[in-house]
């Protein structure tokens, strides 16, 4: 990762290009939000026209909203070049900003809310983005059968009621007053048109029909996405760019090696290293802070994390030092504290700590009992998880009555892991700007998301008065009880901070994130 000062220094220069509305994308009489602005790249005026090649991580398995994750290293880029944003925040002060939604507000301390759209808003196709598309949308989102990866976000709604063309009343299951937050990063803020989504998935997938800064030119599965700018977009002059293509790749080094040789104008990243050797060879980087991070979770439902002493010592074991150096090159940072310092809701209280005796007596325990700790560590196709599975296992295999195998699966495989639970141990993330609903999907009773079969009273009271409370005081001391608990039952451990990055060629202007790191394509320029 950029190193702390450098980013926060950057972030402040940014704050000043902001303001004039230059090099991050702004013009005068632009409605948009100047979101997190980029670190680097050229001054003026954006340039209009011209072709961006893109790469990220991996391609998405439909372009259907209800199946598209809104995180920076898989779709986020891609849903919105088709679908536009209703909302945007400014990553690092958390500051919403309103776009192709007027308003999205609560007057009863977020037991309902009122989402107010621009009025004239038009698909692609030229057909109404109106109050009835946005409903159609997240109805969608909170049908089980679709399977919809924020299902737990879309369940805090009990109901939606259509006012006129442009006003949509939303009734929620409980006061949820932080769920504009919650909606920004996840893909109900992308509204696909209903008519084309009432049709065959197939014939969606090739030609999908948002209200996006861009529309679909091609799709060559394993290959390339081809983009082309959308004359009907809301907020002209943008999108700046004529065409986007976007290609990926699962390795880390032939990214950066992409940027480097030019067959890149820039790369969604998430290594840590790469960003930080970019931003040290001069190139364009920009990386949203979040609080959380990846963390190794461990499956308490069956042996051997069924018993606490196994995570304890699994946890104990672990050097996080060590891990970042061989996985990021020194790069990362590892996670002492749920919340980073800057959090208003930080609690200066580590979540583990290395004890190497400890780690080695409850391992002996262990095997004297009969019950040695024997593990599968699963992992993604992605360079980085390798590199992590791998250094795992070696740094266990310093300590007797451990073993570690290792087994890759594509990320396609979470869906049924979330379901069979038929794994050991796995990195899963928990990054979040505001912790609910983040949170409470990785680590409630009731959550599909709790990856290591977390069943805490405490936790489940602890997060509800984190969901409710609008007392800050009331929040921090909650999640302090919540941050206490993860101490005491070790469902995982947490290794870093995620890095929702970008990298970008020199030439590249406009580069900005919201939500959870994801790029903004309408911002985008490049000056050649």
Partial sequence: MIRRGRLLATAAACCAVLALGAACGGESGSTA???TGGTGGPGGAPVAGGTAQVMQIREPSSMDPVTMTNAWQISGFLG?????TLLVNDARTDEIHHTMAESFASTDNGATFTLRLRPGLRFSDGTALDAAAVKVNWDRHRDPVLASPYLSEASLIAATEVVDATTLAVRMTEPVPSFPRALLTTS???IASPAA???DRAAFDRAPVGAGPYTL?????QDRIQLTRNARYWDTPRPYLDEITIRTSNDAGQRYNTLVSDGADIVIETNADSLARASEAGYTTDVTPLSGGLFLAMNMRRPPFDDLRARRAVAAAIDLEAF???VYNGAATTVDTLFSETSPLHVDTPLRREDRALAQRLFDELAAEGRPVSFTFTGYNTSEMKD????IQAQLSSFDNVTVDVRAVDFAENTRLATTHDFDMLVWSSSFIDPDPRVWTAFRSDSRGNFPGVDDDQIDAALRTGRTATAPEQRRVAYGTFQDRLVA???GVFTVRVNPGVMAAQDVGGVTQYGLGSLLPERLWITR
């Fill in 388 to 391: 992590t599975a791998e250094n």
């Fill in 324 to 326: 970042d150096l061989a």
């Fill in 489 to 491: 039952l070790v469902p």
């Fill in 80 to 84: 919105n070049a088709l679908y536009g």
């Fill in 217 to 221: 030119k091609s799709w060559t599965r």
């Fill in 188 to 190: 109900l803020n992308w």
């Fill in 197 to 199: 989504l009432a049709g």
């Fill in 33 to 35: 939000a100047p979101g």
